[in-house]
T-cell receptor
């Protein structure tokens, strides 16, 4: 089983649409969860951290379900500038129980059209 | 807003040559990382560094790789004898503490000929 799996893309949506991304992770001991966005040939940029209680930042809402090992990202009222690849990212764990490295999904490409 | 800076932005090197990639992490961050991304593939962890020593490394980070913090600001990744398959984008990242979000530099594109 892959460590972090995401919806295959691409998602092509019109401006103003609501779009949802889903992600599952395999390591139940992971403690930190994030969504990053990556523009073509650019660095990953932190979009938001994800908490069990769910969190919202403007048009973006992230949810975490630890029991199902499932993470989601909802984008409302999508803009042209939201076009990017969205990366689901989970903290790694070593045998000592510490966290440090990030484990990335392959990403889901979003294209928002006028 | 403080940012992670990387140099050079693009490095072209002959196979078998040594290459050093440089990074300046955000000044109050304590944890430093290197990742790579082969074209069309996912971002992969290489190594993390804290308190002047490696804290974790992946299977990719073999004896050809080394990291160093030669002074108070720079963090370097050295590849001793480059291979064609080392061609990738290399990202440096830093975080305040271990499980906090990591902030990435804009990467060095390494091309091995």
């Amino acid at each position: 089983r892959k460590e972090v799996e995401q919806d295959p893309g691409p998602f092509n949506v019109p401006e103003g649409a609501t779009v949802a991304f889903n992600c599952t992770y395999s390591n139940s001991a992971s403690q930190s969860f994030f969504w990053y966005r990556q523009d073509c040939r650019k660095e990953p940029k932190l979009l938001m951290s994800v908490y069990s209680s769910g969190n919202e930042d403007g048009r973006f809402t992230a949810q975490l379900n630890r029991a199902s090992q499932y993470i989601s990202l909802l984008i409302r009222d999508s803009k042209l500038s939201d076009s990017a690849t969205y990366l689901c990212v989970v903290s790694g764990m070593n045998y000592g129980g510490s966290q440090g490295n990030l484990i990335f999904g392959k990403g889901t490409k979003l294209s928002v059209k006028p | 807003e403080p940012e992670v800076t990387q140099t050079p932005s693009h490095q072209v090197t002959q196979m078998g040559q040594e290459v050093i990639l440089r990074c300046v992490p955000i000044s109050n961050h304590l944890y430093f990382y290197w990742y790579r991304q082969i074209l069309g593939q996912k971002v992969e962890f290489l190594v993390s560094f804290y308190n002047n020593e490696i804290s974790e490394k992946s299977e990719i980070f073999d004896d050809q790789f080394s990291v160093e913090r030669p002074d108070g600001s720079n963090f370097t990744l050295k590849i001793r004898s480059t291979k064609l398959e080392d061609s990738a984008m290399y990202f440096c990242a830093s975080s305040v503490v271990r499980d906090q979000p990591q902030h990435f530099g804009d990467g060095t594109r390494l091309s091995i000929l």
